[in-house]
């Protein structure tokens, strides 16, 4: 690693290398993380690579079993429903602050913006690249609320939620066109002015995972 070109504490360099390779899925879930084969091709000592594991354990991403070592998480309909359950509350009281600060319309726009994007990026071959794209709609909720904590909050659970929507959409198998109407359901109350409806629609298009428990 060469130093010169970042300035970044070492750690949180490392941290953001294994971050990138577990969202882009080149450690797989379930996969063991190396702290020595990680130092040997960053070329830096384990110390770093172990406290960047720990701030990745600490965001979710990385489970440290006693006498096995780190591994990236794996994927539990438990699992899936508590990080729905916290994307949801942070939609849910983002929408309401959008609310109480007569946002609405800004948001609007910006649930437009992100459909827009998520609609021509449909055919994707890249399940990974398109995720990007499926979140940014959610992601709007958090923008337009414009408050630091609880932005600071979902940056904390971005990397969880990414990750849950590739396995929703590969191994649950979810249609991505499905997941399109429901976006535009969303969008369509809010602009109508059915607020109800939206948070019944909101919590319904998370509330599937609770169903798989």
Same mark, same amino acid.
Not at 78 to 100: D, N, P, T, V, W
Not at 114 to 141: C, G
């Given at each position: 690693?060469?130093?010169?070109? *970042? ?5 949180? #360099? ?6 990138? =390779? ?5 450690? &797989?879930?379930?996969?063991? %993380?190396?702290?020595?084969?990680? +130092? ?5 000592? =384990? ?17 440290? @079993? ?6 990236? !998480? ?10 729905? #359950? ?10 309401? !602050?959008?609310?109480?600060? &007569?946002? !609405?319309? *800004? ?22 690249? /398109?995720?990007?794209? +499926? ?24 990397? %969880?939620?990414? %990750?849950?929507?590739? @396995?929703?959409?590969? /191994? ?7 997941? !399109? ?21 909101? +919590?319904?298009? /998370? *509330?599937?995972? #609770?169903?798989?428990?």
């Amino acid at each position: 690693m060469d130093r010169r070109l *970042n300035r970044t504490p070492i750690r949180e #360099q490392i941290y953001n290398i294994i971050r990138k =390779n577990i969202i882009e899925l080149k450690y &797989q879930p379930g996969e063991r %993380l190396s702290i020595m084969s990680i +130092s040997k091709e960053l070329n830096v000592s =384990n110390s770093p690579v172990r406290e960047a594991i720990s701030m990745l354990e600490r965001d979710g991403l990385v489970e440290i @079993y006693p006498n096995a070592g780190p591994s990236v !998480i794996t994927f539990s309909n438990k699992r899936l429903g508590h990080i729905a #359950q916290a994307i949801l509350s942070m939609l849910l009281g983002s929408f309401e !602050i959008c609310l109480q600060n &007569q946002q !609405i319309d *800004n948001l609007i726009e910006l649930l437009q913006r992100a459909l827009k994007e998520q609609m021509s990026h449909m055919n994707l071959e890249s399940q990974p690249e /398109y995720a990007k794209y +499926s979140i940014a709609f959610e992601a709007a909720f958090v923008a337009c609320c414009n408050n630091p904590y609880i932005s600071k909050q979902y940056a904390e659970i971005e990397g %969880l939620f990414y %990750l849950t929507v590739l @396995y929703d959409q590969w /191994y649950i198998d979810t249609n991505r066109m499905e997941a !399109i109407v429901e976006h535009q359901k969303i969008l369509g109350a809010i602009m109508n002015g059915k607020f109800d409806t939206a948070r019944t629609l909101l +919590s319904k298009h /998370y *509330n599937r995972f #609770q169903d798989k428990e």
